[in-house]
């Protein structure tokens, strides 16, 4: 039996890397990005609200991280170009991170679900990853022994299915399909590590009750969120979970973080569990 050296990281378990995160203007997103940015890691922060994201970035590079905002519709093709092109820029030629977080649900029981509903959902979890994956594809299809990770964040509802979040719950499970298929397809030749973390009962604005917050979507329109009690009424939620608590924001980030991690390195094609148990 071999030896193991002792893991030693003192510029960050990521130092050198440049990571893509969507949605990263607040909740998990941000979180995740500072979390990442202590590790050594560059960022780039991919949102719609460049207000938000610029906010974000300035925690980072006040603390002595690096990052950036590219801000834009990611269900826009030209803005996924410039997505990759600025990241590349940013990363001195180079992209080793995708975690696809940006999203939100919009439900409703399936007999009641708008073609505009279900389209809006499908693209932005689905077809707006696949994209940019298939916009990074030749800076992640490369022999030169560095380590590359995509992270897909799923969900609970897209494992087990929820009562009216039809569309949510199906692009969800969709993306588990494509981390699996894209674990075969860029693992043997390239080493690229493809996964899926899938929350639980996380508390973000998305998940609390009303306050009179909204989605904006690009086209403008509203949509607002959260439901009534939501994760703000603790009690009502824990019984089933087998740590007792509704998870946080920073709980999502270090979970992402492990996923991309080098203490993750054979670790490929696999659904991680973000929800506080089974």
């Known amino acids: ?163 009216g979040q039809a569309s949510y719950a199906l692009a969800k499970a969709g993306l588990v399909g494509l981390t699996k298929t894209l674990a075969h397809e860029w693992g043997p030749e390239y080493g690229v590590r493809v996964n899926t973390v899938a929350f639980g009962a996380i508390k973000t604005r998305l998940t609390q009750a009303p306050k009179g917050e909204f989605v904006v979507r690009p086209d403008g329109t509203k949509h607002a969120v959260g439901f009534k009690g939501g994760y703000d009424e603790e009690d009502k939620w824990v019984g089933d979970i087998p740590l007792r608590r509704i998870g946080s924001p920073t709980d999502a980030g270090r979970a992402i973080l492990a996923v991309v991690s080098p203490l993750f390195s054979y670790v490929t094609g696999q659904v991680a569990g973000g929800r506080g148990g089974m």
């Open 1 to 163: 039996m071999s030896i193991t050296p002792q893991l030693n990281f003192p510029q960050g378990m990521l130092a050198g890397q440049t990571a893509i995160i969507t949605g990263a203007a607040q909740g998990i997103g941000a979180e995740t990005a500072v979390i990442l940015a202590r590790e050594g890691c560059k960022i780039v922060i991919a949102d719609l609200d460049a207000e938000k994201a610029r906010k974000t970035a300035e925690t980072i590079n006040s603390s002595g991280g690096s990052a950036i905002v590219v801000a834009g519709d990611i269900t826009n093709n030209e803005y996924l170009i410039h997505l990759v092109q600025r990241t590349v820029e940013f990363g001195e030629g180079k992209i080793h991170i995708i975690i696809n977080n940006a999203g939100y649900a919009w439900d409703s029981p399936i007999e009641n679900i708008q073609d505009k509903q279900w389209e809006t959902i499908i693209s932005l979890h689905n077809t707006a990853p696949f994209k940019l994956i298939r916009a990074a594809a030749p800076y992640f299809m490369l022999k030169d022994s560095e380590p590359r990770s995509i992270v897909n964040i799923s969900s609970t509802s897209g494992i087990y299915g929820n009562a």
